[in-house]
T-cell receptor
Framework: EDKVVQSPLSLVVHEGDTVTLNCSYE??????LLWYKQEKKAPTFLFML????IEKKSGRLSSILDKKELFSILNITATQTGDSAVYLC???????????FGTGTRLQVTL | NAGVTQTPKFQVLKTGQSMTLQCAQD?????MYWYRQDPGMGLRLIYY???????DKGEVPNGYNVSRLNKREFSLRLESAAPSQTSVYFC?????????????FGEGSRLTVL
């Protein structure tokens, strides 16, 4: 059974801090790993990673994948209150058209 | 740009009642999905449809049925609702028959079964 585990489950930081969110996986026939941000409603897409060691960046957010050690990290620098959300990690596997999601990390950024 | 549209957004049912959640996408995507989201459980796949005319079970299909009415629409039916089906339901779609390009989600439907 495919498994995606995120840590920590939740964290609270002060505005301006840097945070690192973790995602590890045990799956058969890995294809890609995706990060989503979920505020009050639907998850919105952040990154897709397929190759090991290549960092994806978007503003203050960045992510990297380690296919040997089976994990990914999502970094957020200079956090802002607007970064408060649940961050979801998901893995696409094999030929099936589906994603397996982790339970998410709830990030709260305080003033 | 509507994207993925789900209806209704909220619904309260009594145990044993039936209902259908409707989903439509206007992005000409081939694949469509139904997920449920529960506290501490993440998003779990109920059913998916890789292309028009096909449907497949996901991780938690029991108690649900689906219909891929056409390329745009994918409905989820609860024939006899149970309290365990209280959840937030998300419809999603994906270009092609692979999720490598990511899923686009609807706004969610909050269902409460009493």
């Amino acid at each position: 059974e495919d498994k995606v585990v995120q840590s920590p489950l939740s964290l609270v930081v002060h505005e301006g801090d840097t945070v690192t969110l973790n995602c590890s996986y045990e799956v058969t026939n890995f294809r890609s790993l995706l990060w989503y941000k979920q505020e009050k409603k639907a998850p919105t897409f952040l990154f897709m990673l397929t190759s090991s060691g290549i960092e994806k960046k978007s503003g203050r957010l960045s992510s990297i994948l380690d296919k040997k050690e089976l994990f990914s990290i999502l970094n957020i620098t200079a956090t802002q209150t607007g970064d408060s959300a649940v961050y979801l990690c998901a893995v696409s596997t094999g030929t099936a058209s589906k994603l397996t999601f982790g339970t998410g990390t709830r990030l709260q950024v305080t003033l | 740009n509507a994207g993925v549209t789900q209806t209704p957004k909220f619904q309260v049912l009594k145990t044993g009642q039936s209902m259908t959640l409707q989903c439509a996408q206007d992005m000409n995507h081939n694949s469509m999905y139904w997920y449920r989201q529960d506290p501490g459980m993440g998003l779990r796949l109920i059913y998916y449809s890789a292309s028009e005319g096909t449907t497949d079970k996901g991780e938690v299909p029991n108690g649900y049925n689906v219909s891929r009415l056409n390329k745009r629409e994918f409905s989820l039916r609860l024939e006899s609702a149970a309290p365990s089906q209280t959840s937030v339901y998300f419809c999603a779609s994906s270009e092609g028959t692979s999720v490598v390009l990511g899923l686009f989600f609807g706004e969610g439907s909050r269902l409460t079964v009493l």
